[in-house]
């Protein structure tokens, strides 16, 4: 069965980094696109970045763009999201994602909190 299982959350000053990972398994990771998601106290849920699976083309929202960057390594079934310049805006739970077979697929979420 598809698991996607997030790790690399925590707690950061603002203007500092962080890089999430998403491993996942059960499905040819290579062949799909991947996104972060996050979702914020009180907000819906909203889409961060997404990246293709052939060509690795990369979408991010205009609230990230310039300060986080997704990549991918097929050969680890592995999504990352690397965050910079943090803002306290960006705290959330990130979820890693897929759609296959008309099917979504969600990770568990790992906690990201930017504050001083």
């Known amino acids: 069965q598809v698991q996607l299982v997030e790790s690399g959350g925590g707690l950061v000053q603002p203007g500092g980094s962080l890089r999430l990972s998403c491993a996942a398994s059960?499905?040819?990771?290579?062949?799909?696109?991947m996104s972060w998601y996050r979702q914020a106290p009180g907000k819906e849920r909203e889409l961060v970045a997404t990246?293709?699976?052939?060509?690795?083309?990369?979408n991010y929202a205009d609230s990230v763009k310039g300060r986080f960057t997704i990549s991918r390594d097929n050969a680890k079934s592995t999504v990352y999201l690397q965050m910079a310049s943090l803002k306290p805006e960006d705290t959330a739970v990130y979820y890693c994602?897929?759609?296959?077979?008309?099917?979504?697929?969600w990770g568990q979420g790992t906690q990201v909190t930017v504050s001083s």
């Open positions: 994602f897929v759609r296959r077979y008309s099917s979504n697929y």
């Open positions: 990246i293709t699976s052939a060509l690795g083309s990369t």
């Open positions: 059960g499905f040819t990771f290579s062949a799909y696109a």
